[in-house]
């Protein structure tokens, strides 16, 4: 395979989200400028670290990486380097592995989540199979412990701190709360710790590697996670739509798997009869699916609990989540990184309104 053709101008900016809501007036689009350019490299960085001469090793680990994506952790990265000195080796390197990290994890979440597909195409898990799956995940998440180990023990610790809480945020969602849990709480934990800590990584990484001041190193971290979180609960909402095109899977995908989700978790938390009804005739649904049946008996379901209130209620969640993590930048210096910061994470969370 051949790595993906580096767009220019417009059309870089389109496939890295980096839009006019983001970069408005003309310090911003400098930045942004500054900042397709950084991207130029890391793409090609990552290009080369999924390189291998193993034909078949090349094929799956390049799979999902050629599949597209936005590159979001990659562009925080190179976003809050603008605090300091802007992109050095070691904010490449940070970037690419936590990119590397990203996609590695993708593998390993299709793969217990039951997805069909991602990013508009089938899971690897479906191209190939589940233990191959499991493998190049693994290999992925190998590749990126080594790009960030170039830079010493403090890249190392940041790598190895989130992918432990990616690992934990993944087993809590498998194992699920305990009696004495409750069970939104502990899935804003698990949505901390799955999605939050390498969005928080990133928009940590950036600024240490680019030497930028200490102080907003914290700072950063805070909106990074709760920018996660916020990310997630739009993605609740999107997972509910009925154009496949928002999300490349079929819509309730994550429900059809019995994988819970916000809006799921409100509708049980209702005392109301007809909620308890809905969430009821979910539950019996995902049994039955789980026993063979046609996964489109839930269509009806999922459709109501689309146009039900806790969805919309998942929506402002999501952005009140947004709200304390734009509140978090009040210590960064006012300009064009923090104002782009601002927008970029409203621009998750209104992914879903």
Known sequence: MT??????????ASRFGLSDRIFAGPAARKLAATLEKGLIEVEEALAAELGSADPLVDAMSRYLYEAGGKRVRPMLVLLTAQLGEGMTPAVRDAAVSLELMHIGSLYHDDVMDGADRRRGVPAAHKVWDNSTAILAGDLLLARASRVMGRNGDVAVDLQSETFE?????QLHETVGPGEDDDPIEFYIQVLADKTGSLIAAAAQAGAFFGNAEEDFRPALREYGERVGVAFQLADDVIDLSANPEDTGKVPGTDLRAGVVTM????LKASDAPADRDLA???????????????????????AELRDHAVTNRTHELALSWTKEATDALSVLPRGAVREALTRFARQLADRSG
């Open 280 to 302: 009821q005739r979910i539950d019996d649904g995902v049994v039955r699916i789980r026993a063979g049946e046609d996964p489109a008996i839930l269509d009806g379901p999922l």
């Open 263 to 266: 809006p799921y978790l409100l």
């Open 165 to 169: 809480r990616l690992v934990l945020g």
């Open 3 to 12: 790595s993906s053709p580096a767009a220019s101008g417009s059309q870089l």
